[in-house]
């Protein structure tokens, strides 16, 4: 559970996924350093405000490149299908029909199943111009309250994500106390044009700060280092509440022994 043990970009790549427009769509997140990549395929480009706005809501996301969304184009089916017809008096029944399949599939990079195909994004509702006029208005709505938690002194080190449902800022991730929770709650409802605020992700654990602290540039991953009588359980128990899980750190970090790890030694903490 987040914060704990999930990177940037899983927790990108979940708010995505939570955004009905946004959830079949297969789309793939990449990040370094703050710099979240999201590539695939989308309907028609009035979708790229909504990934920008979700993205930029995750606490750690400095920014968001959508260069790599390409866009469905109905009208090159025809076209195509055209400059195959010439062929076809040459070709029997079966193999005239092969030319005029080929623009129902989406060009896609990876696994084709993660995506979906033309015919599927054409079925797709357009998105209204007052629906994204709205999207960029939640936008400005998300970065004040993201600005307004890391402006404050006792938030601003917390991994706090703020999603959005409608005009509700839904506060995702851990605080050290309650009164940060609660200090976090009024400074969302604060803002601007927030009509509600949803806390019931936002949990309490003493001495999160410390434990999300250190991140791998590389894979984003919280990095936990080593103390003298820590052992994996332990470890686990901090970041996941359940000492068994101490089996997927070792796993995910190519320990042999459990029993065998050294102060100082740092750990990749999975997702």
Same mark, same amino acid.
């Given at each position: ?48 405000? +909504?990934?920008?706005?979700? #993205?930029?809501?995750?606490? =750690? /996301?400095?920014? !968001? *490149?959508? @260069? &790599? ?113 609660? +200090?976090?709650?009024?400074? #969302?409802?604060?803002?601007? =044009? /927030?009509?509600? !605020? *949803?806390? @019931? &992700? ?70």
């Amino acid at each position: 559970m987040w914060p704990f043990g999930k990177s940037t970009a899983d927790r990108v790549k979940d708010a995505l996924n939570e955004q009905p427009r946004l959830k079949d769509l297969g789309l793939q997140v990449q990040e370094r350093g703050g710099a979240v990549t999201v590539s695939g395929m989308v309907p028609n480009e009035r979708y790229l405000p +909504l990934i920008r706005v979700v #993205a930029e809501g995750i606490n =750690g /996301v400095k920014s !968001v *490149d959508v @260069s &790599g969304v390409t866009f469905e184009q109905a009208s090159s089916a025809p076209a195509q299908n055209s400059a195959a017809s010439p062929s076809s008096p040459s070709e029997n029944a079966g193999q005239t029909t092969l030319p005029e399949l080929k623009p129902q599939v989406a060009p896609t990079t990876g696994n084709l199943n993660a995506h979906p195909s033309a015919a599927q994004l054409q079925e797709l509702e357009p998105m209204p111009e007052a629906e994204v006029a709205e999207l960029e208005d939640r936008s400005r709505i998300a970065k004040a309250v993201l600005k307004a938690l890391r402006g404050n002194g006792e938030l601003a080190d917390d991994p706090i994500d703020v999603l959005q449902s409608g005009k509700t800022v839904i506060l995702r991730g851990v605080v050290d106390s309650d009164h940060e929770q609660r +200090l976090a709650e009024k400074l #969302a409802r604060e803002v601007d =044009g /927030v009509a509600g !605020v *949803d806390t @019931s &992700g936002l949990r309490v654990a003493a001495g999160a700060k410390a434990l999300v602290k250190e991140k791998d540039e590389t894979s984003g991953d919280t990095v936990y280092t080593v103390k003298a009588g820590d052992s994996l359980s332990e470890i686990a128990q901090k970041y996941y509440g359940d000492a068994m899980q101490y089996k997927k750190i070792a796993h995910y970090n190519n320990i042999s022994n459990p029993d065998l790890i050294q102060p100082g030694q740092k750990l990749r903490i999975p997702g």
